[in-house]
Each structure stands twice: as C-alpha cells, then as structure tokens.
C-alpha cells in the first residue's frame, strides 16, 4: 500500500465533524501535528489565535472534549432547573472553557488574575494586557473601561475600606456581557478554523506521551474511536476544569509542581440598591482581607451588578454556584463570590480533592443542588426554610436552590472567616450583612498544584508547556489570554 493510499483509508476512518488534512498523517500512521493544543480554554485559544495573526505556517491542532460555542446551549432557561447534562456541562465545558457563559469581565491591571507577573514582572505584564485587550477589541468587545476617572469617589470607599481593615484593588474593567462574550468567542472560533487551526471537538484527551524525559504527542479518544496525535510541542490549558486531570498528570509524568491554593467560599447576592455605590464607581470592589482569628487570605470575586446567580456542573454531578451579568438582561440583585484561600502544606498534598469533599457534603444536604441560606439565619444558628425565602426584599435570581443550613457542610475555619469577612465589608458597604443577605454554597475554585516553570513557561518535561488557571499561575480571562499570546508568540 503507497503512504498516500494509507493517509485516504486513515482519513476516511475519522468521525464526520473531526476529520483532518491528509496532510498531517505520516511516520507509519500516526496523525502528526507540530502544535498540539489540548483544551479550547483562553490560554489554548489565544496561543492558537496569535500564532494566526502572526502567520505562522505551523499546523495546529485543538483537542476539545466539549462542543463547538454555536453548539453549548444550556437548556435551564427552558427547564428552568439544572438537568445534569451529559457527558458535560455545557457551561463549563467547550470552546472558550466557562468563558462563553461567563459574565466575562477583562481585568485591566497586572495586580489582579494570579502570580503570572511573578514569572514575567509587573511591567511587561500590564504591557501585555493592553496588547492582548486589543485583541478582544478587534473581535467586538465593548470599548467602554468600568472604574477609570473616579479618582475622588475611589479615595473613599478606599478610606472606608482602610477602617475595616481591608484592602480595595481598583482595577479597570472591560465588562463583555454573558450574551456578548458568547458572541465574541465564537468569532474568534470562526477565524481560527477558517485560517486552517484544526479543532477536534467532543474529544478527550486521555494522556500525553513522553518518552525520555520529553513530551512527543497525546493520546486522545472520541465516541467512536481512540488514538495518537504526534507533535513538536505540547500545549495543555485544560482551564479550571481540567485542573484535577492536569494534577493527575503532574503525578503520573513527574511534572515538577507545588501543591496550589484552592478557594471554597459562598455567593452572595443582595439587592442592587445595597451596591450601588460601588457598583455605579468601580463595578466591581476587589476586597481583600485577613479576619482574625486565623488571618488567612479572604477576598470578593467576580462581582455581577444586576446579575443572575446560576450553577455550573463538574466531574461527578458535582454542583457549583457562580454568578453571570449580562449586557441588556438585567436583574434587581447584585452577586458576588467571597472566597477564602486554603493552602495546605505537609503531609497533606490533595487540595482539590479536599474542596470537592466540602462540595459534595454540600451537594448532599441540598439533594444534589445549590444550597442557600439567610445570613441573618445563619447568625441564628437556624436554617433557613423555603418558604422564608420570600419574605424579604431580596428575590433569590437562582430559583432552584434549596434552603438549607450551609454550615452543616462548610469547614468551620472557612465559615469563620467568611462571617467576620462578611461583617467588615458591611463596613464599607452598609446592609451587605443584613439579615435577608442570601449565601449561596458551594462556590469552589480549583486552581490548586502549580505547575513549575521558567518566564518561557518550560516545564520539566521538554516541549511540554502548561497554560492559563489549570496551570496555577493565573485566575481569569485576561491573564489566561495573556500567557496564550506570548506562547503563541515564541512557538510562530
């Protein structure tokens, strides 16, 4: 048989929707590419996107599980209740990762989304953030920045912030909208695939390949059928929903890394009205803090001005709770995460594991749902019951949650912080600890064992190179944007 003959009977054995150039298929059978990117995230997107701009002549390859945007569609809107979709949730899985249903804010300093400016520094860092929102611009973003020429109004709610013993990072904010990123990535898709980046969706990556200390392809499988893609270089950005299989593969390959952070905290949501004056100056307050009486790091996330609070599924039927903001849907509440920081030492190296525990003990109390809770109940000592819900001003925005008690779940050292938190931003904010405050539990982010790695994000293993939150060194849209571009820029 001629090698081109083997390359069309190879070809023709692909599922419809994955089928690959003839071109990329020699060396005795194996598909061969000379960038493999595993995980549709911001970071393997981005790496990919730049490499184009650049007119790289590389082929590329993108290896994603979940489906194509045009494709992810949660049917809860019709449902109106979480349906456990199968094999992935589409919020979270997919091209653009939980990007595309995100509220999809764009941090705009060096000081928010992780320790990236640890490798690269705080200079170039910012540079790249203004290179990279440009990027986003180019693709449809709004061109409005939240938080800028407020100096005056910023001055006090820092003062009043000071007086409660917490840190404000005023950082400017692109706010995309839940619809319009959604829009946006699926430009940048397009672009992609119409300049030649091969996008393999519904496929799992199942392993990489290294031999002698290098990394020299994936193992990768679909409904149908397994096999091998070859490459000069491996990209894994696999996001905060690969962060547990990527920490499985540090393991298994001996991936230098650290045990990481991992956040397990509560969503709050209070009326517009209480945030407003945050809201209408910065959109988003950056709050930091360290209550006594551990002093471990606390801090807000992700704030939606008249957002929706929704749920997100993982591995397991495991149920999250996280916040959206939309550009012209709008709801009478504010949501927002607080999150406190865990990080463990010896003889304990299972971060990720030990918050889903706390995830799972939660998801049971609530019968595989959100959990929710009064704040005033919860000072009680009391649980809260359906039908208090509604007794207040506050509407909840996730309507399926149950009422319930989340401190019967929630590690006695992360709900002490999370109420002394709660008390001094009331500080800041008056009415943010209000009786009727709702907390929504379980919010978990994993971006626990940071992968080690030089400025040039080479690991260990040669050619392999970990990017965007699953690595541990960044948190968000921007700074996992931001670490794609410049792996883009040394692979063109």
Not at 73 to 88: A, E, F, N, R
Not at 238 to 257: F, M, T
Not at 424 to 432: E, I, R, S, T
Request: one cysteine or more; proline letters at 3%; a neutral charge.
């Amino acid at each position: 048989m001629s090698v081109s003959t083997n390359c069309l009977q190879l070809a023709m054995e692909f599922p419809k929707g994955n089928a690959v150039s003839l071109g990329s298929f020699f060396n005795g059978g194996k598909e061969m590419k000379d960038v493999i990117i595993v995980g549709a995230g911001p970071s393997g997107i981005f790496s990919a996107l730049e490499m184009v701009r650049n007119n790289s002549t590389k082929s590329i390859v993108i290896v994603e599980k979940g489906n194509s945007v045009e494709k992810r569609i949660c049917p809860k809107s019709k449902t109106k209740k979480c349906v456990l979709c199968k094999p992935h949730c589409h919020i979270t899985t997919g091209f653009s990762g939980a990007g595309a249903f995100s509220d999809g804010k764009l941090s705009l300093s060096y000081e928010v989304g992780g320790e990236l400016p640890e490798l690269i520094g705080n200079q170039f860092t910012q540079e790249m953030i203004e290179y990279t929102d440009q990027i986003y611009l180019d693709f449809g973003a709004d061109d409005k920045i939240e938080g800028i020429n407020v100096e005056a109004e910023t001055r006090e709610i820092r003062k009043k912030a000071i007086n409660a013993n917490l840190k404000l990072v005023d950082c400017p904010i692109r706010h995309l909208g839940t619809e319009k990123a959604h829009d946006i990535y699926l430009a940048i898709e397009t672009y992609l695939i119409e300049k030649g980046v091969e996008v393999l969706f519904a496929t799992q990556c199942d392993d990489i390949i290294v031999e002698d200390g290098k990394c020299i392809g994936v193992k990768v499988s679909d409904k149908n059928k397994a096999w091998e893609i070859h490459g000069e270089h491996i990209i894994v950005s696999s996001g905060r929903r690969g962060a547990d299989w990527l920490s499985g593969l540090c393991r298994k390959h001996n991936i230098d890394h650290e045990p990481g952070t991992v956040d397990i905290g509560v969503r709050v949501e209070v009326r517009n009205e209480v945030m407003e004056s945050v809201n209408d100056i910065l959109y988003e307050s950056k709050l930091i803090g360290y209550p006594k009486p551990f002093k471990d790091k606390v801090r807000t996330f992700c704030q939606n001005p008249k957002g929706f609070v929704s749920q997100e599924n993982y591995d397991n039927d495991l149920a999250l709770v996280n916040g959206h903001s939309y550009k012209e849907l709008k709801s009478k509440n504010t949501n927002l995460a607080i999150l406190c920081s865990h990080q463990f030492v010896e003889p304990f190296n299972q971060p990720i594991e030990y918050a889903k525990k706390v995830g799972e003990l939660t998801n049971m109390l609530g019968n595989g749902q959100i959990l929710v809770q009064r704040f005033g109940d919860l000072m009680d000592g009391k649980r809260t019951w359906q039908k208090e819900l509604y007794r207040s001003n506050l509407t909840p925005t996730l309507q399926d949650a149950v009422a319930g008690d989340i401190s019967a779940a929630m590690p006695y050292r992360a709900l002490t912080n999370i109420i002394q938190f709660i008390q001094d931003v009331d500080k800041v904010v008056p009415g943010f600890a209000a009786n009727e405050t709702l907390l929504y539990s379980p919010e978990l982010k994993f971006y626990s064992n940071k992968v080690k790695m030089d400025k040039d994000f080479n690991t260990n293993i040669e050619n392999l190179y970990c990017l965007g939150d699953s690595s541990g060194w960044t948190r968000g849209l921007m700074m996992a944007s931001l670490m794609g571009v410049l792996m883009g820029r040394r692979l063109k």
